[in-house]
C-alpha cells in the first residue's frame, strides 16, 4: 500500500536544501576541506529525502519547483536595485 503524502512530506524535502545549505557554510567555516563537505552534505541530505517517505519521482518533483522558484527570485533580484545604495 503507497504511503499518503502529506504537506508535511514536501517540507521535509524542501527542508533538506536549507539544511544542506547551512551545514555547508558551517562546515566550511571550520575549516573543513571542501571535497569532504560536499560528501558530508550529500550523505546528510540524501538520508533526509530517504525519510521524507516520498518516492523518487515526487522529490525530484519538489526539488525542480525549487530551483524554479530560486531561479525566478535571483532574476528579479538581478533586475532590481535591492540592496544598493540609495541617496535620499
Keep these: ?3 499518503v503524502e ?3 512530506n514536501v517540507r521535509y524535502v524542501e527542508g533538506a536544501v536549507l ?22 552534505i550529500r550523505k546528510q541530505a ?7 517517505g ?3 519521482e515526487r522529490i ?8 524554479h522558484v530560486v531561479d525566478s527570485l535571483i532574476e528579479i533580484v538581478e533586475a532590481s536595485d535591492i540592496g544598493s545604495e540609495r541617496e535620499e
Design 46 to 52: 540524501l538520508g533526509m529525502l530517504e525519510a521524507s
Design 19 to 40: 539544511s544542506m545549505l547551512r551545514l555547508r557554510r558551517y562546515l566550511l567555516s571550520r575549516g573543513v576541506d571542501p571535497d569532504e563537505v560536499e560528501n558530508r
Design 60 to 67: 525530484v518533483k519538489v526539488l525542480k519547483e525549487l530551483k
Design 54 to 56: 516520498l518516492p523518487k
Design 6 to 8: 502529506s504537506d508535511r
Design 1 to 3: 500500500m503507497p504511503k
